[in-house]
Nanobody, 127 residues
Framework: QVQLVESGGGLVQAGGSLRLSCAAS????????LGWFRQAPGKEREFVAT????????DYADAVKGRFTISRDNAKNTVYLQMDSLKPEDTAVYHC????????????????????WGQGTQVTVSS
């Protein structure tokens, strides 16, 4: 069983930055592909970013490309989401998710591909 715990959310003004962290349990963190998703009130959950198990491959939703950066530290069993130039439309609950025993260079975009999810952390961007 994999447990994921997000932190780092909060209230920030438009144009500001936040860094989200997601700490994972388990001894095989390096075998996980990881992703970040978000869900705004009244909207469906949407893909934000993904990183391969090696950390060498990443990809982003068009809405955040150039502003957000996903990274991972396998020694700390943690994945990060650096969010810069935040906009009010980035307001949402952000969830990290894991695919265990992932293909080493593969990226995962669909929520249904992820087996484990964190509870989420609220990000609110004021205008």
């Amino acid at each position: 069983q994999v447990q994921l715990v997000e932190s780092g959310g909060g209230l920030v003004q438009a144009g500001g930055s936040l860094r989200l962290s997601c700490a994972a349990s388990g001894r095989t963190f390096s075998s996980y592909a990881l992703g970040w998703f978000r869900q705004a009130p009244g909207k469906e959950r949407e893909f934000v970013a993904t990183i391969s198990r090696s950390g060498g491959t990443t990809d982003y939703a068009d809405a955040v490309k150039g502003r957000f950066t996903i990274s991972r530290d396998n020694a700390k069993n943690t994945v990060y989401l650096q969010m810069d130039s935040l906009k009010p439309e980035d307001t949402a609950v952000y969830h990290c998710a894991a695919v265990p025993e992932a293909w080493i260079f593969h990226l995962y975009y669909a929520a249904r591909e992820y087996d484990y999810w964190g509870q989420g952390t609220q990000v609110t961007v004021s205008s």
